[in-house]
Each structure stands twice: as C-alpha cells, then as structure tokens.
C-alpha cells in the first residue's frame, strides 16, 4: 500500500472488512468523510470527562466544557483563515445556509432593527423585496439553491442562476446575471458532481462591482484543498464536519465580522440573548446570537480536533496528493467504452469527486456491483438534480476521495468499474 497523507492507521473504520470479508474500499468521502481516532477520541473525552452545560454554570465541569467549545471555534477558524468571532456552529451546512437565508428574511419582515447597527453595516443591506434578485448556480447542492427560492418566494425577490458549460464548470458569459438589481449571490466552491471548482474571484468581483453580498458552499473545498475565506474575499461561507474527517450534526458558518454584527438572528430562546422582559428581547453579540440552545457540543469539539489534525497533515499536501489519485482515475476512465464523466476530464481546477454515467447501466446497478467488489460509492443525484438536467441524466454514479485512500484503491475501482458493462450484458 502507498502512502497516505492520512495514516490509514489512524482511521479505525477502514480496517474492516464488508461483504464476504472483502476490504473496505471507500470512495464515498463527497458524501461523508471517515473519522480519525484522535477525533473519535476528543468527542468521547468531552462525553466521559468534561461534560457540563456550556456557558451556563459556576461548576468545574462547565468551565471545562466552555474552554473546550471556545477552544474548538479558534480551531476552525484558524484552519479557514477567519476571526473565532467569525464562525458560528450549525449542524452543517444546511443549516447554515438557511440560518443567512432566514435572518435575511427577518430583515424584509422589518425586523433589521432588532440589533443594534453598533459598528458599520446598516442591516438593510440584507433586506429583499420585489425587484431584487438573488443569484445562485446551476451547480449548486439543493442545500444551496432551496433556501434561496423559499426566500425569494416569501419576500418576492426573484432567483436567478449562472448556468454551465459542457464540462460542468460555471459558465462566465452568464456572469452579466449579476447586475445592480444583485442583493446577494450564492455559490459553490467546489461540486459535489463535477468536482469543479468554481472561479470564485471572478464572481466574488462581479457581486462585488453591484454591492451584492457573496456566500460560498465550501463543504466540497474546504476538506480537500487550503481554503481561506478572507483571502477569497467571501462574505460568508457554510461547511461541515462530517464532511472533513470531523463528527456529524455539527457544521460552521463563516461570516465577515461586522456583517454578523448586523444580521438578525433567526432562532430564539436561551444563550443568545442580553436582557429579555416580558415586553421586549436584546440580543447578544455574535457568534452567541446565533446559536439559541443547546449546541452539540462534544461535536463541536469533535470538529476542532478534525480541523487541527489536517492542518497537521497539511492541506497543501492533501491537495496535491488528492490531484494525483484524480489524475489516475481520470486518466482511465476517460478511456473506459460506455463511460461518461460527468465534470472535467483533466485533473487541474478540480477535486477528486468524480461522477459519471455508465451507458446502459442504471446508476444503483452499478453501486450495487460495486459494493460487491466491496467499494462504497455515491449513486443517485447527490442532492443536486439541476446540474444532472445539464448533463441531460437523472442520475450518476460518483467516486470520491479522501486522504486516506491510496492509488491501489483507485486501481481497483478502476478494475472493478471495468466490468460492470460486461456484467450486464451492454458491451458494444
Ligand atoms: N453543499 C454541498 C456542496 C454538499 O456536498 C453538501 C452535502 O452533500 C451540502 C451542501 C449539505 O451538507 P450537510 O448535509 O452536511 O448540511
């Protein structure tokens, strides 16, 4: 076995053997990521030494805990280039993407002023209405694209999108879709289909020429190439932690400083408050306005350790050697008869998510006859049906890497998919 810039030792799960007592051979890392020891290890520390209620008590327990959860917030943000103040935990993108897309409605409602504009930014700014538009990607994940149509319809803005070109990377001729009616514009940085990554500097100057507000989807970018949101000159950013060797339920909103100053929250009830009275509510400073409740707290940490441990490995490395084990994937399946990809075919701009169609053969046959050989891969639409309308198929099947898997894994795959058209009598 090659080297991984991930020790396969440190992942315990990857050691065991699935059907019929074949290794495990797993390609599906796009859809959540495997997770080292050392962060199995730092969520059930939390669990069996230092759990307590954070923020809340006078006890040794809770101090623990708030320090760790504190602790876990710079973790993160020093591995994306932002402030601690700048991150906010949600349970993973999802959530955080609707958290924006939410408080900008609480704006149009009226409710902009329920925080102080203390330092900067007037909170109108998040306010839409009939007649402004909100631009997103055919690429997007729907996490991406449903949170902004329900917010056009409840506020009457309109949604538009860039589209894409034959390989599936955004289409900069349709950049002019961003114009000064532009009050926000949402995209990926990486498909979780193609694999694409997406020219965020050109968007983000296009957004940034109409005054539009800009929001990245890093959950694609963020576990597999070095990522800096202040560098990328993004406003905000969602991503999550099962998707970069880190605990589920747990995921992070970036968002710049005094933009989360003057945003509204969007959930309400404990620990995200100043004074509450029966007639009236003020609201803490951010990251605390928006986490009303009782965060997942062990996750949280669970995510810092993840964090910390690539930054150990280094993204520069993982990127690189992600690059070369896409190189060689591609490098074959470009040449396989009745294989289509479904993204880029050359290894450069693009990560290791590679979907494809098999002719003749319905995607979850394939997943099926993989999975034979012992390989878990993604099959379906990967909650991403607008961008299989542009590839013109209602379903793929996707193989994704992870730090850990080694050119042998890939080789196998290779093999493996090789017979899947002879296995169901749709040779040419
Ligand atoms: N955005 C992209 C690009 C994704 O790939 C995913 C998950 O597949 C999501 C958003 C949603 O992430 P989560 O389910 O962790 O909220």
């Known amino acids: ?68 959860y504190e602790r876990a917030r710079e973790q993160v943000a020093a591995f994306i280039g932002a402030a601690p103040d700048e991150i906010v935990w949600a349970s993973g993108s999802t959530q955080a993407i609707n958290l924006v897309a939410y408080a900008m409605s609480n704006v149009s409602a009226g409710r902009g002023d329920s925080v102080e504009s203390r330092r900067g930014v007037d909170p109108h700014v998040f306010s839409v209405g009939p007649g402004d538009v909100i631009v997103t990607t055919r690429a997007e994940h729907h996490a991406n694209i449903i ?58 100057e296009a957004a940034r020429k109409v005054g ?32 970069m060797l880190g605990p589920t339920g747990i995921g992070a ?49 669970g995510m810092g350790e993840a964090a910390v441990y690539l930054t150990e490995i280094g993204m520069d490395k993982i990127a690189r050697y992600e690059a070369e084990l896409t190189r060689r994937m591609l490098a074959s399946l470009t040449k396989m008869p009745g294989i289509r990809i479904l993204g880029p075919e050359g290894e450069s701009n693009r990560t290791g998510a590679v979907a494809f169609a098999v002719d003749g053969v319905h995607p979850h046959d394939v997943g099926q006859f993989l999975d034979s050989k012992g390989i878990a891969v993604r099959v379906g639409h990967h909650c991403a049906q607008p961008i299989h ?36 009598r749709v040779e040419d």
């Not at 506020?155 to 070109?165: K, Q, V, Y």
């Not at 694609?220 to 202040?230: G, K, L």
């Not at 970036?254 to 609201?283: D, N």
């Open 147 to 204: 949170p902004w149509q329900e917010l056009c319809l409840r506020t009457g803005a309109t949604l538009r999108w860039l589209d894409l070109d034959a390989e599936g990377r955004i289409d900069l001729s349709t950049l002019d879709r961003i114009d000064e009616h532009t009050k926000l514009v949402a995209f990926t940085h990486v498909s979780n289909v193609s694999g694409a990554i997406s020219p965020v500097a050109q968007i983000v």
């Open 212 to 243: 539009a507000l800009t929001f990245l989807d890093a959950c694609q970018s963020v576990p597999h190439i070095p990522v800096d949101f202040h560098e990328l000159g993004v406003d905000f950013a969602a991503f999550s932690g099962h998707k």
């Open 1 to 68: 076995m090659s080297a991984t810039p991930a020790p396969r030792g440190d992942f315990p799960i990857l050691a065991r053997t699935v059907r019929r007592g074949l290794p495990l051979v797993y390609l599906d890392s796009g859809a959540t990521s495997q997770r080292p020891q050392r962060v199995l290890d730092a969520v059930r520390a939390m669990d069996t030494q230092h759990n307590g209620a954070v923020k809340r008590g006078a006890h040794l327990l809770a101090e623990e805990a708030s320090e760790a």
């Open 389 to 424: 309308q542009h590839f013109g198929v209602f379903a793929s099947t996707r193989a994704s890497l992870g730090p850990y898997n080694t050119v042998e894994e890939v080789d196998y795959f290779v093999e493996s998919l090789a017979e899947v058209r002879r296995y169901f």
């Open 253 to 301: 909103l970036y968002g710049r400083a005094e933009l989360l100053r003057a945003l509204p929250p969007y959930q309400f009830g404990g620990s995200m408050i100043e004074v509450v009275t029966m007639e009236k509510t003020t609201y803490a400073d951010p990251p605390a306005r928006f986490e009303a409740g009782t965060m997942p707290v062990a996750q949280a940490i």
